[in-house]
């Protein structure tokens, strides 16, 4: 029987698809959300019955984030790693930015993540063990691209660290930001005439990243294997 229980936010995506499979493959448990459902997710959950559970929720409603939250969430006994691979993105240069896509965008990449983590730290503290990861882009290095502003703002409210959880809670809970570079997903698709061989050109290493080499690292930093990496903005960009 599986012994630990992993919740992935975002797990549909490209690399949150492959974290849950390297999970699951080292017999751990896996909660999975996400917003749009696709033929990947469905063949994993098939390929692992029993082993993963899925659950559909659009972050971008806080309330209707918290409710299913304190409903569902905090009835489940453990939750031993928390990661967040939440990637919603509008794209808008900074003239069109509107309150409506600011509050999306924060919402679903940043609010989403402190939702989960209030109803889950305490249940790695109970149980003496706990891995917490959250996703930024290497975007916010730079101000984020010209379409993709709120995008950036987003994902760099997430390389905050709380104090209570860089000092107090360190003794259990390792805290760590995964600062991810240009990746081969198909996340570009959703920025209109995005010129990748141009922006790959910027990159020190001259590529983009591959899923499997950010889906291990991810595994790394939120299993058994990190025993000491602890309050760190990680940087998984080639160079950049």
């Not at 975002?10 to 699951?24: N, V």
């Not at 896509?101 to 993540?113: A, D, E, G, K, Q």
Request: hydrophobic share 35%.
């Amino acid at each position: 029987m599986p012994s630990k229980t992993v919740l992935i936010l975002g797990c549909s995506s490209d690399i949150g698809i492959e974290t849950a499979r390297i999970f699951l493959e080292n017999n751990w448990n896996v909660i999975g959300h996400y917003n749009k459902s696709s033929k990947r997710i469905l063949d994993l959950k098939k390929d692992f019955s029993g082993q993963i559970k899925l659950f559909k929720l659009d972050l971008s409603n806080a309330k209707n984030t918290l409710t299913f939250v304190k409903n569902k969430i905090s009835n489940i006994k453990r939750i031993d790693s928390f990661i967040s691979l939440t990637g919603y993105i509008k794209s808008s240069d900074f003239d069109h930015i509107n309150y409506k896509s600011f509050l999306n965008h924060i919402n679903t990449n940043y609010y989403s993540n402190l939702i989960f983590i209030k109803y889950i730290y305490k249940k790695m503290i109970r149980n003496k063990w706990g891995r917490i990861l959250l996703s930024s882009s290497i975007g916010t290095s730079y101000g984020g691209g010209d379409k993709t502003f709120l995008y950036s703002l987003s994902k760099f409210n997430n390389e905050f660290i709380p104090k209570i959880f860089r000092k107090k809670y360190a003794k259990y809970i390792l805290y760590n930001v995964l600062k991810i570079g240009v990746t081969n997903t198909k996340i570009h698709l959703k920025i209109p005439r995005k010129n990748l061989k141009k922006r790959i050109k910027l990159i020190p290493t001259g590529r983009m990243a591959t899923v499997d080499e950010v889906s291990n690292k991810i595994f790394s930093l939120t299993s058994e294997e990190n025993t000491l990496i602890h309050g760190q903005i990680i940087n998984i960009s080639g160079g950049e």
